[in-house]
Every structure is written in structure tokens, then in C-alpha cells.
């Protein structure tokens, strides 16, 4: 069998035929399988969503409980037969519940990996290679330049700015899924035990993070309205990176705008945004760990859904691995 007869794209996103089902469908199918709970990833409006528990928990804290017309939940390693296809979900490393999709059909062997990252990340599952005729691989930071440092380190700088600006809020812009999390529990790691401030945006889902075991520590709303702002000096404020530019940021003692993303490697982006303390903490792979992903798992072809996809798919034709660029379109870079 060839690979584009068991998974192929359409404008819906990646579609199995045989199995008649999407992977992360960028509009409503009857049928999704769904890699984790990013809103590029996981849409609402499906007939069927199949997925990991706390992805579909995720994706009812997003979207309301009726996000899809029903639900299966695939743990870890199951194998399940979708219209005469097996799949099977494995850990992703990206957010909790993200999930690589093996698919399955007469020797073939595709894999879906979704968003993806090598590095160490307590907040959720580690990244498990499959072996696979066809991986299926993003590249978000897909050119050589992204070599991304160690996040402790990043996160010293956090603290570093802390001690210099004592009188100065430090607000912490990170995306409200996975990140934010992600974040708090580097802060902590760091020996932080002081309250850490969070926009209502993330609450609910850091409420459900400490629910399924991620400790977070000592968090509270940073409700400004009720406080004075120098009751702020020196404390550590996590929000969505959307909030830092309207005035619920202003309402700060002197806030110190930080940003924790893959992205503030590039400096015009960080000084774009407006961001004084760039953090360079990413929850994707970087160029060496997307290389060393695919030489590990050595497939016979590499198919590159989104992100650079033109010089990872370059870099594998020089190693002799036929590769092609799927030119996917709507997905973003919300967990950067």
C-alpha cells in the first residue's frame, strides 16, 4: 500500500480515506482524531472527536461541554480499530495530553506527531519515538538558526530581573495552555515559593493542571481592581501574552514585560511586541531535536505538515530520506 492511499491532506486537514477520519481537521468533519487541545489543533463543531482524557478535557474547559457531537477516549498505547484502521496514541511532549497517532493498515505505519518536543517537561508526558514507514513531522522552528537554550537558564533571567527591579512587577506573557503551566512550574523549580499571580484566563486551566497531579505551588488572581498596585512590587504575574497590551497590564507597579516563547530568539519579534525581558522557553523542537528525531526514528519518508517546512525537507533529501512539504494551512504557533 502506498502512504497517500492510507493518509493523505485535504483543505479539512491530514484525511484517511480507508478509515474515513481526520487528524486535527481545520473545520467541523464527522469523524476527528485529535492530537491535543491547541484551538489550531482541536476545533469544535465535530461529530466524533477521538482523543486522550485530558485532551478532550481540555477541549470541554475550551469549548463548553458540547463541543462535539460525542467522544472516545484513547489511553496511552491502546489499540483501536477505526473502520478497519488501527491507531494508536502515544505521548507527545508538548502539553498534557498531547499525543503522536500511529495509523495503521497492512504493514503500513503512519505517524502523525502533531506539535512535539524532546526536552524535559514535568507538566506532561515525554516524548516516545515509534517506528514508522511515514513520519509525519511539524516544523515550526524548522531552520538551522533555532538552537533554543536550557529553559532553567532562560528562567534566570527572570530572577536575575527580579533582584535588579525589586519595586517592579514582572509580568510573564505565556499562552494559556501548556505554557503558562509549563512556566509556573519552571518558576517553582527554581526554588520560587512566593505567590505567583495569574490573568483569570489561565485559571481554569491551571485549576485542571494541579487537578491531575502538574503542582504549581502557591497561585492567585491577579485581580488589580481590589488591590493597590504597589501591592504587585516585585511579584511574579503570569497572563496570556494578548493581555500585556491592553490596560489591565498598565494597572501594574511599574510593569516589566517578560515573554516566554520560542519566538524571542528573534529579536525583532521580541522588541515588535514591546517585550523588555524576552525568555527563550519553547514547547516545540528546535532545529538539532527535529534532526535528531527523524535519525532516530529513521522512516523511509518524511512528510512535514507546518512551520519551515522547505529547509527541513531539504536537509533530509541530503540524507538521503525521500521528504515532501504537505503546505497544511491553519495551523499556527499558539504553544510556541
Known amino acids: ?151 532553567k537558564v532562560e528562567m534566570e533571567k527572570l530572577f536575575t530581573s527580579l533582584k535588579q527591579f525589586p519595586e517592579r512587577s514582572h509580568l510573564v506573557g505565556a499562552y494559556a495552555l501548556g505554557k503558562a503551566q509549563r512556566v509556573i512550574r519552571l518558576i517553582r523549580d527554581n526554588g520560587y515559593s512566593d505567590p505567583i499571580y495569574i490573568h483569570g484566563a489561565l485559571a481554569r486551566l491551571c485549576d485542571y493542571y494541579q487537578g491531575q497531579g502538574i503542582e504549581l505551588g502557591d497561585i492567585r488572581p491577579a485581580t488589580i481592581e481590589k488591590s493597590k498596585p504597589t501591592e504587585f512590587a516585585g511579584a511574579i504575574v503570569v497572563g496570556p501574552p494578548s493581555a500585556f497590551q491592553d490596560r489591565w497590564a498598565r494597572r501594574f507597579n511599574e510593569p516589566l514585560i517578560a515573554f516566554a516563547s520560542g519566538w524571542m530568539m528573534v529579536r525583532q519579534r521580541a522588541k515588535q511586541g514591546g517585550v523588555e525581558l524576552p525568555l527563550v522557553v519553547s514547547d516545540h523542537c528546535d532545529w538539532p531535536e527535529l534532526l535528531s528525531t527523524i535519525t532516530e526514528i529513521a522512516p523511509q519518508q518524511v512528510w512535514v505538515t507546518h512551520g519551515r517546512e522547505e529547509a527541513l525537507v531539504r536537509w533530509c533529501e541530503l540524507q538521503g530520506i525521500p521528504a515532501r512539504p504537505l503546505h497544511l494551512v491553519g495551523y499556527e504557533d499558539e504553544g510556541d
Open 1 to 151: 500500500m502506498k502512504p497517500e492511499a492510507l493518509l493523505h491532506p485535504t483543505p479539512a486537514g491530514l484525511f484517511c480515506p480507508i478509515g474515513n477520519f481526520h487528524v486535527d481537521p481545520v473545520r467541523p468533519v464527522e469523524r476527528a482524531l485529535i492530537t491535543h487541545g491547541h484551538s489550531d489543533h482541536a476545533r469544535s463543531g465535530h461529530g466524533h472527536v477521538l482523543a486522550t482524557r485530558q485532551t478532550l478535557d481540555i477541549m470541554a474547559i475550551r469549548y463548553g461541554e458540547d463541543f462535539a457531537g460525542s467522544e472516545q477516549v484513547a489511553a496511552w498505547g491502546e489499540e483501536i480499530v477505526v473502520n478497519g484502521v488501527k491507531v494508536m496514541f502515544r505521548p507527545a511532549g508538548h502539553v498534557l495530553g498531547s499525543a503522536q497517532i500511529l495509523i495503521e493498515k497492512d504493514g503500513m505505519r503512519i505517524v502523525v506527531s502533531g506539535d512535539y518536543k524532546r526536552g524535559i517537561d514535568p507538566t506532561c508526558d515525554p516524548f516516545e519515538p515509534i517506528a514508522c514507514d511515514v513520519f509525519i513531522t511539524e516544523a515550526t522552528f524548522g531552520l538551522p538558526v533555532f538552537h533554543h537554550p536550557d529553559p
